[in-house]
């Protein structure tokens, strides 16, 4: 590597910071790994919400992985110092976290400019994330480039652990799924991130797959979407809603034949991992696939044929439908191109 003017010489020891959503840290791994590809020789950290962190340990080659949301620094403050961190970069600048990289003596700390606190990074570049039409991983590639490490990069390898493997083959016998014959994936919710494909819709797509293909339609996520999983469900065995740890989820969405899914984690996780995906996008400028949708996949984006809207938010705060929209005979046309 030509060595950036930044860096005296090689990093020793690097921190990466997205301390977050689950689907921004999974959106954060090509950065990871073109540093890795660059610096095969450092240790690199991961600082990781508790959400995000099993899968970060699963990544190819991290060195550990510190755990913790950034309103608990105190807990995590003493391990950064022990890494002897001396490099990090701030893919979540927020105050705290700004402020946590300064206490713990970091000497290079990579941030964006253009806030009141990125006097706190050492190295201050100026990109905006706020209404951007480029993909979120590539706007953490961007600060890389602009620190002077450049080049092209993907998703590193998942090591998903054999327990992982196991606990998903138990749940798939309990439901009577034919391994063989193969599922797909349902996620109808989106942990508030986005708006949402209506659970009937899911349940509309499931019979149609079931009745066609002979292949049922698992439904997965969080016991807060509990009703909406069991509104997409078409039989109640086939409702995972709750029954799996995320690595567990992973090892699911892995060897799933395609995946369809709200904005949301689990989505860029079965993207991370190489399984087809069809992800559904409202109308909406900072929730566009152009931002969030499956990297360098756009063609498994499906977005409502309507202008952007300004009655349109995340999670259930308004009363627009423009998912409702997506038509279920779309959905199902993008999904069968992988069965």
């Known amino acids: 590597m030509k060595m950036s003017i930044y860096f005296m010489k090689s990093p020793d ?11 921004d840290a999974i959106l954060m791994l090509p950065a990871y790994n073109l540093l890795r590809m660059n610096f095969p020789q450092a240790k690199i950290y991961l600082w990781l919400s508790p959400a995000a962190a099993p899968i970060g340990g699963a990544v190819d080659s991290v060195d550990d992985v510190v755990i913790s949301a950034d309103n608990s620094h105190r807990e995590v403050l003493d391990k950064i110092k022990r890494l002897r961190i ?5 893919f979540r600048p927020t105050l705290s976290n700004a402020l946590a990289l300064y206490k713990a003596g970091i000497r290079t700390r990579i941030g964006t400019a253009r806030r009141g606190y990125s006097f706190l990074f050492s190295h201050r570049f100026n990109i905006t994330r706020r209404s951007s039409d480029r993909h979120e991983a590539d706007l953490n590639l961007a600060l890389l480039s602009a620190a002077g490490i450049n080049g092209v990069s993907d998703f590193p390898k998942i090591n998903l652990p054999s327990a992982a493997y196991a606990s998903a083959l138990n749940l798939l016998a309990e439901a009577g799924v034919d391994i063989e014959n193969g599922y797909i994936i349902m996620h109808p919710g989106s942990g508030g991130s986005a708006r949402e494909w209506p659970a009937v819709f899911f349940k509309q797509l499931a019979g149609f797959i079931a009745q066609k293909y002979k292949i049922p339609a698992l439904i997965t996520g969080l016991l807060d979407d509990f009703d909406k999983c069991r509104a997409a469900a078409v039989e109640a065995k086939h409702n995972f809603c709750g029954a799996t740890d995320i690595l567990t989820l992973a ?8 995946v369809i899914a709200n904005s949301t984690g689990p989505l860029h996780i079965a993207v991370a991992l190489k399984t087809p995906v069809v992800g559904l996008y409202p109308p909406v400028k900072d929730c566009l696939p152009a931002r969030w949708g499956p990297y360098k996949h756009p063609e498994m984006a499906l977005s409502p044929d309507l202008p952007l809207c300004r009655k349109c938010r995340p999670g259930d705060v308004s009363d627009c439908r423009c998912m409702e929209q997506i038509s279920v005979d779309a959905v199902a046309e993008r999904t ?3 069965l």
């Open 13 to 23: 020891n690097l921190l990466l910071v997205r301390n977050d959503r689950l689907g």
């Open 86 to 90: 001396d490099t990090a970069f701030c």
């Open 251 to 258: 090892v699911l969405l892995k060897s799933a034949k395609v």
């Open 336 to 338: 069968q191109k992988y």
